[in-house]
């Protein structure tokens, strides 16, 4: 198993930037695929992005592409997620998740362990 903890959320102004932060702890980090997912009010559980074991393969959410950048550090056992020139719709709780499977997993049902979630607001 593998416990997760993001951290870095907060509140922003649009056209700003923020750096989130997912922290693993119990079990082999580079075992797996690491993911960033987000939840708006009254919405499912969205795909963001996401990287492979070793970092060298990301793919990302169409509406994310060119502003968001998720990266790893093995070393650290952390994954980030790079947020760029962010709009008031992103405004959402963001979740980092570990997967086992295959490069290429964007459901929610494609990972297996969760953190709690950070807040991001972003204000116009």
């Known amino acids: 198993q593998v416990q997760l903890v993001e951290s870095g959320g907060g509140l922003v102004q649009a056209g700003g930037s923020l750096t989130l932060s997912c922290a693993a702890s119990?079990?082999?980090?580079?075992?797996?695929?690491m993911g960033w997912f987000r939840q708006a009010p009254g919405k499912g559980r969205e795909f963001v992005g996401a990287?492979?074991?070793?970092?060298?393969?990301?793919y990302y959410a169409d509406f994310v592409k060119g502003r968001f950048t998720v990266s790893r550090d093995n070393a650290k056992s952390t994954v980030y997620l790079q947020m760029n020139s962010l709009k008031p719709e992103d405004t959402a709780v963001y979740y980092c998740?570990?997967?086992?499977?295959?490069?290429?997993?964007?459901?929610?049902?494609?990972?297996?362990?969760w953190g709690q979630g950070t807040q991001v607001t972003v204000s116009s």
């Open positions: 998740a570990a997967s086992g499977l295959g490069i290429g997993a964007t459901r929610p049902s494609e990972y297996a362990y």
């Open positions: 119990g079990s082999t980090f580079a075992s797996y695929n």
């Open positions: 990287t492979n074991w070793n970092g060298r393969s990301t």
